[in-house]
């Protein structure tokens, strides 16, 4: 059974920086891509940051516009687990943070972890 735990979700200060991971549970997820999306209080799930296997042997990532420059996505294979660094935060970065992870029609989401930024 495939499982995803995010963690490190919390209260910050704007400007302040957080870092959320999320843990990988029954299967090997190097070649699948992984990514961050939130929710925000009324509103729709939106794009964050996605991480994916490119050609080449490498990772390509990409971000929202609104988060580029200032978030930062990675994973550590190894550990079956996916990180969304996360600086200069805002108030309008307030949401719930779920993270997924798909290959082909397989698809998996985590609970969500909670980010509040305060002024």
């Known amino acids: 059974q495939v499982q995803l735990v995010e963690s490190g979700g919390g209260l910050v200060q704007a400007g302040g920086s957080l870092r959320l991971s999320c843990a990988a549970s029954g299967r090997t997820f190097g070649s699948y891509t992984m990514g961050w999306f939130r929710q925000a209080l009324g509103k729709e799930r939106e794009f964050v940051a996605v991480?994916?296997?490119?050609?080449?042997?490498?990772?390509?990532?990409d971000y929202a516009d609104c988060v580029k420059g200032r978030f930062t996505i990675s994973r550590d294979n190894a550990k079956n687990t996916a990180y969304l660094q996360m600086n200069s935060l805002k108030l309008e970065d307030t949401a719930v943070y779920y993270c997924?992870?798909?290959?082909?029609?397989?698809?998996?989401w985590g609970q969500g972890t909670q980010v509040t930024v305060s002024s």
């Open positions: 991480h994916r296997w490119s050609t080449g042997s490498t990772y390509f990532a």
């Open positions: 997924n992870i798909r290959r082909g029609p397989e698809e998996y």
